[in-house]
């Protein structure tokens, strides 16, 4: 066999290897010189359609015979201000580019690629090859700029709720402020909430000075309201707390077995931590006051529903620290909330709202004693608008965002908003002082600022960081990586990661609050509470068709419910009165209205089963017996069923039906700070120059948050931060 020389075999591999990087050159040159993809239209307007966060995005594409001249927005439900500054971002890019094969905007991902689908739905129909649209005429490529640098008194990072309370308390002091915000709008995780809050308006609640009075006087806006009615149950709870033992807290668990849910805690019994015994004693003579006035009034054949609801900040601090009072997995450690964190947002929850009416926002004052799910107490202000420069907005962005950021913008020229910037590392100077933030823009374009006075961290949790949220757990049982969340994708736990980088130490990172009513096929918050509705398992359980759980109690406990009772993924139902709502107000997947029988029918359980759960319930309801329930439970306010006036059950009334399913939603677990939000290290010194506000940060809620105290927490401590920084 013939062989070649090794010199020659080298030399002919040399050539091959040259003849293939000739080859690769051209057809780079090709791909980036080269003839176009053929992109052409039959020249019109047609509409396209595509499915985006909240339902179908619809569009007008105008074309002519070789672009994308105009795109118009013809219906949408997506959500204001979180996926809506897409449209305009998305629409430049296609109409500049000629092209659907472009980067969707962060934060808006659904919304994103609901317009590119509407976009190419238009496009076929004006006979473009959609394969040849998506290379584009001329290929997306963003370019990073000049790098950016700047200097302010105050850098805050993160445009959610507290970054934004932070931000105007800053600059209502006087800072130069910059807001360094990823998204491509300010409201962060917050305004995918509730947006309600946690606070005592005294003038709607009872007053031991004038216990018989019908209405009250709210000095902040000299306006007079009807004090606000008792819930069925409340009055049993207060009994609890009056006998709640004031000793030293036990931690003894000598039956690890025997404690399976929090009802297994007893923690009446236990006692209560030093540091809020005080708190205790003034709770007790508040509630002892109370009972002397109204336990009269209910021997006297009056109704608890008929009496002023009973509420101080005592009581608020005190469910926040046993609505958060847990024991880990493995009950072998508990944790509670840190009393000095929780004092001042308690005491700072309604001045502090004061404060934000004084800058334009408004509130439903009359509503100042509401409900939401896992709340614990009637003590929830709900967000009416904001009123700006004679312009009013009727949104809880116009409460929480279009209020600050107005403060922010008029308080100086220099302060400014850096949108769609993501922040990466704090920068230190020779002592450890945090000095400034390094950050990148959406098109690589590199940000260094420098702070004067200081860096506020407002970067939100975790709840989105599934695997963050697994591998620190270290309570739910039933913790799987497939389950679902309530957050937005911007929730991933970064600006605690930058904060441990310069020494930061973090607390009860272990306790992610899972949100009992997602909706079960997204995870998104389905809202509601739980004093008008039922919860029952599904088909295909032991239990189908009845109630598993106190729909008013703590939000861990409703989702360990779910766990134990429901279905796959803890799928289970919730039935409300469905009002005058027909099937024409359903959302499929979510949420059906329809009679009995067809409810039984669409959830295969027996028509029977389900209508004696309700029957029994509203009985309960009407009578006050909700502790004596096979399943108690603590407070109600409305009947599940439809009746007729002779008392039977109206079997074509409309019911609501939910499919729901526990989805994370809140992370407890932070970074470490003082009252003046100033964060610590492992020694428990403050590191100079650094602040946080808001979920970032821990100590608040132990292991279980109370439904409205997270904007409690966010815009007390974002003021607190906001001033605390430009104090020194």
């Not at 472009?102 to 994103?112: E, F, K, P, Y």
């Not at 300010?186 to 000075?209: P, Y």
């Not at 005491?347 to 009359?366: I, M």
Request: net charge negative.
């Amino acid at each position: 066999m013939f062989k070649m020389p090794s010199s020659k075999r080298v030399l002919v591999l040399v050539l091959i290897f040259i003849l293939v990087l000739s080859l690769i050159g051209c057809s780079n040159e090709e791909n980036q010189g080269g003839e176009q993809p053929e992109i052409s239209f039959t020249p019109g307007t047609l509409t396209g359609k595509g499915v985006g966060f909240n339902g179908e995005i619809v569009l007008d594409v105008t074309f002519s015979e070789d672009a994308i001249t105009d795109i118009e927005l013809i219906s949408s439900n997506e959500t204001a201000h979180v996926s809506t500054p897409a449209f305009d971002i998305m629409f430049d890019y296609i109409k500049s580019h000629t092209s659907t094969g472009i980067d969707l905007v962060s934060g808006a991902t659904l919304t994103s690629n609901a317009i590119l689908r509407a976009v190419e739905d238009a496009a076929l129909q004006a006979g473009c090859d959609i394969d040849n649209l998506r290379t584009g005429r001329v290929p997306f490529e963003l370019t990073a700029g000049e790098k950016i640098t700047d200097t302010f008194d105050v850098v805050v990072v993160g445009g959610g709720g507290a970054g934004m309370t932070a931000a105007a308390a800053a600059a209502q002091n006087g800072a130069t402020v910059v807001i360094i915000e990823k998204e491509t709008n300010l409201g962060g995780n917050t305004l995918v909430s509730g947006c309600s809050m946690q606070g005592v308006i005294e003038a709607l609640v009872w007053d031991v000075n004038d216990p018989d009075a019908t209405t009250g006087f709210y000095e902040p806006t000299g306006e007079t309201y009807d004090k606000i009615k008792s819930d069925q149950g409340r009055i049993e709870t207060l009994r609890t707390i009056l006998n709640w033992s004031e000793k030293s807290f036990d931690e003894a668990i000598t039956d690890s077995d025997a404690v399976e849910t929090v009802s297994d805690y007893n923690l009446p019994d236990r006692g209560v931590h030093p540091e809020y015994l005080e708190t205790l004693k003034k709770l007790k003579e508040q509630i002892s006051d109370y009972l002397k006035w109204a336990e009269p009034k209910l021997a006297a054949g009056a109704t608890e529903s008929e009496l002023t609801v009973f509420s101080t900040v005592e009581l608020h601090i005190f469910q926040t620290y046993y609505g958060g009072l847990r024991l880990n997995n493995d009950k072998t450690e508990w944790i509670y909330s840190d009393y000095d964190l929780v004092y001042s947002m308690c005491h700072g929850a309604e001045p502090t709202k004061v404060w934000f009416e004084d800058q334009g926002s408004l509130f439903n004052n009359e509503s100042g004693a509401g409900t939401l799910i896992g709340c614990m107490w009637q003590r929830i202000i709900r967000w009416a608008g904001a009123e700006v420069n004679g312009e009013v907005h009727e949104d809880r962005w116009g409460t929480y965002f279009a209020v600050p950021l107005n403060t922010v913008l008029s308080a100086n020229d220099k302060n400014t908003v850096m949108y769609r910037t993501k922040a990466t590392d704090l920068v230190t100077d020779s002592n450890g002082r945090i000095t400034g933030v390094k950050a990148v823009q959406f098109d690589g374009t590199e940000v260094e600022i420098t702070a004067e006075l200081g860096v506020i961290l407002a970067t939100g949790g975790y709840a989105h960081n599934i695997d963050m949220v697994m591998n620190t757990n270290e309570y739910w049982k039933n913790l799987s990586p497939n389950i679902k969340t309530t957050n937005r994708s911007l929730a991933m736990g970064e600006g605690i990661t930058m904060a441990e980088a310069v020494g930061a130490v973090t607390t009860g990172m272990g306790y992610t609050q899972l949100m009992p009513i997602g909706w079960a096929n997204t995870g998104h918050l389905a809202g509601g509470t739980g004093e008008t509705v039922i919860f029952i398992s599904p088909a295909g359980t032991e239990n189908a068709g009845k109630r598993f759980v106190n729909e008013s109690a703590e939000r861990d406990v409703l989702a360990q419910g779910a766990f134990d009772h429901g279905g796959e993924n803890g799928l289970f139902i919730q039935l409300s009165n469905g009002g005058d709502r027909t099937s024409e107000n359903n959302r499929p997947g979510r949420e059906y209205f329809c009679t009995l029988e067809e409810a039984a029918e669409m959830l295969e359980i027996d028509t029977d089963t389900i209508k004696n759960t309700i029957i029994e319930y509203d009985e309960a309801v009407r009578s006050g017996a909700l502790d004596k329930l096979d399943v108690p439970k603590s407070t109600a306010t409305r009947e599940i069923g439809n009746y007729n006036e002779d008392g039977t059950f109206n079997e074509e009334g409309m019911l609501s039906v939910r499919y729901l399913a526990p989805s994370t939603h809140h992370t407890m677990g932070g970074l470490v700070i003082d009252t003046a939000r100033r964060v610590l290290n492992s020694d428990g010194e403050i590191i100079e120059g650094l602040y946080a506000a808001g979920e970032v940060t821990g100590g608040f809620h132990a292991g279980n948050r109370l439904g409205g105290n997270a904007i409690s927490d966010i815009i007390v401590s974002g003021k607190i931060a906001g001033e605390s920084v430009t104090s020194q």
